[in-house]
DNA sequence: TTTTGAGTTGTTCGA
DNA sequence: GTCGAACAACTCAAA
């Protein structure tokens, strides 16, 4: 054929990027287009960090196109209305898009498929949620199986390079890409440094990410969540750099690192597909018998959580780092989730869409299975009784406090002993080290032994069920 | 069909 | 301070 659209949505790549290559083989000129639907923009799940993101993200794209001859055309609207548009001006024979398995992405690929000719193609996972069945072909349920079925099959290829030169149809008009807000937030995640961190990260850091990861004052994890999040990464050329890094670890310890990671990659998908295949998820728990849990929903403690002023430093810094970065480190969300849902009883939910607001790297799916986990509603839930000690887990997990005392500058001058239960200091204390309770730093709203107990309660209306 | 082993990430209590 | 058990059964996956 001669024209085709690539619709890019979620792979904001030119590296290994399968619906562009099917694409290039199938047709002589290729145009690139975007298409931005208001609706979604203004939509209380979209986030605005996250939307500042993604214009980063596509101005990035359109240098890399404009390298290669082409270029990107943007527009706003329904898009099926918009690339009806576009094939009429262009006379092109199809559209090549990679498959995404959300609710949100079927329903709009569906309405467009039912007018358009649309070829999508399989990329936003290394194995998509249709080829990870039981024998019987059901779909898994319990995160174990499900990885032991993922890695019995055949590992991912190489990557496919970046095409040379895209050749492109003249002269299709496209609106500019919107500014990004000025916090500045995409310049901890630039866009051109996707791959580099990758090939640094599985050189380097991976080795010892089985212990690391864990710790919130280290630079432990990968932190590479916001680009495979708008495939500005694949998630092939995260798994061949984990294959890679497996042939060089030089011991067990490394080889578990890299276990370890892969391991993170196949969550991923895990709960890509338990999306896929109960996309009631996102609106009630897996578990029927806890949809009925009593919420204490207390719109002030709410506030007080989403703002970081809980009282529990670790806590108050998670929900900190959050806001002012768009980003949380993997065990700050665990805590910071758990908060809410177990000392609070405030409906996970709640947490769910607070944290797709502020997420660069918000993903519906990873977020869902997260938060339900967390609440020990969903699949392969957490024992309902597992109720995070927010003392000890940053004892453990910031054990100097410096992550603490990063996003909660209050309690700079407190001792490493007092940082994660500044309420225990004497009032001489506080004041010696110029951080008075319920003046500098908020007392706790909640008393953790007390909270825990109730939380226990509540978790009991299963049995009523 | 039945049986069996296992299940991301914790906390608390008592010896 | 350290260690093991209890926390609660239940469901899933696989033999």
Excluded at 51 to 68: C, K, P, Q, T, V
Excluded at 375 to 389: E, I, S
Aim: with cysteine; net charge neutral.
């Amino acid at each position: 054929m001669d024209t085709a659209i690539w619709w890019v949505r979620r792979d904001l790549r030119l590296g290994d990027n399968q619906a562009l290559a099917e694409a290039l083989l199938r047709a002589r000129h290729i145009l690139p287009v975007f298409v931005l639907d208001p609706q979604v923009v203004a939509s209380p799940w979209a986030g605005e960090k996250r939307l500042g993101f993604l214009f980063a993200a596509l101005r990035s794209l359109e240098a890399d196109l404009h390298s290669r001859g082409s270029y990107l055309v943007l527009r706003r609207g329904k898009p099926e209305q918009v690339l009806a548009g576009l094939i009429q001006e262009t006379g092109a024979e199809r559209i090549f898009a990679e498959a995404d398995h959300s609710p949100y992405a079927r329903h709009r690929d569906e309405q467009v498929a039912r007018s358009l000719p649309l070829s999508l193609v399989d990329g936003l996972t290394v194995n998509p949620p249709h080829a990870v069945l039981k024998p019987d072909g059901a779909p898994y349920t319990v995160f174990t199986p499900f990885s032991r079925a993922w890695r019995s099959l055949p590992f991912p290829g190489r990557p496919l390079e970046a095409p040379r030169e895209i050749p492109a149809p003249a002269g299709i008009p496209g609106e500019n890409i919107p500014d990004a807000p000025k916090h500045g937030l995409a310049d901890m995640f630039p866009t051109s440094e996707a791959v580099r961190r990758l090939e640094r990260f599985s050189k380097e850091k991976i080795f010892q990410y089985a212990e690391s990861r864990n710790r919130m004052d280290l630079d432990g994890t990968s932190a590479l969540s916001p680009y495979l999040r708008f495939g500005i990464l694949s998630a092939r050329q995260a798994a061949w750099a984990a294959q890679e890094a497996e042939f060089f670890a030089p011991d067990p310890t490394s080889r578990q690192g890299v276990e370890t990671w892969l391991n993170e990659l196949i969550w991923r998908e895990f709960y890509i597909a338990i999306l896929y295949h109960f996309p009631n998820v996102r609106m009630e728990s897996f578990r029927a018998e806890l949809r009925n849990i009593p919420w204490r929903n207390d719109p002030a403690e709410f506030e007080a959580w989403k703002e970081g002023r809980t009282g529990y430093p670790v806590v108050d810094a998670a929900m900190r780092q959050l806001s002012q970065t768009g980003w949380m480190h993997n065990r700050a969300r665990m805590i910071a989730a758990s908060f809410l849902v177990k000392d609070l009883l405030i409906d996970w939910r709640w947490g769910e869409k607070h944290f797709m607001q502020h997420l660069l790297d918000g993903d519906p799916a990873a977020n869902n299975g997260g938060w339900q986990w967390t609440a020990g509603t969903g699949t392969d839930a957490a024992p309902y009784f597992r109720v995070f000690n927010p003392v000890l887990q940053g004892r453990k997990f910031d054990p100097l406090g410096v992550y603490v005392k990063h996003y909660v500058p209050e309690l700079a001058n407190v001792p490493d002993e007092y940082v994660h239960e500044p309420w225990k200091m004497s009032i001489e204390q506080q004041r010696q080290f110029r951080c008075m309770i319920g003046v500098d730093y908020p007392a706790p709203i909640v008393e953790h032994v007390v909270a825990r107990a109730r939380a226990l309660d509540a978790y009991k209306v299963k049995e009523k069920v």
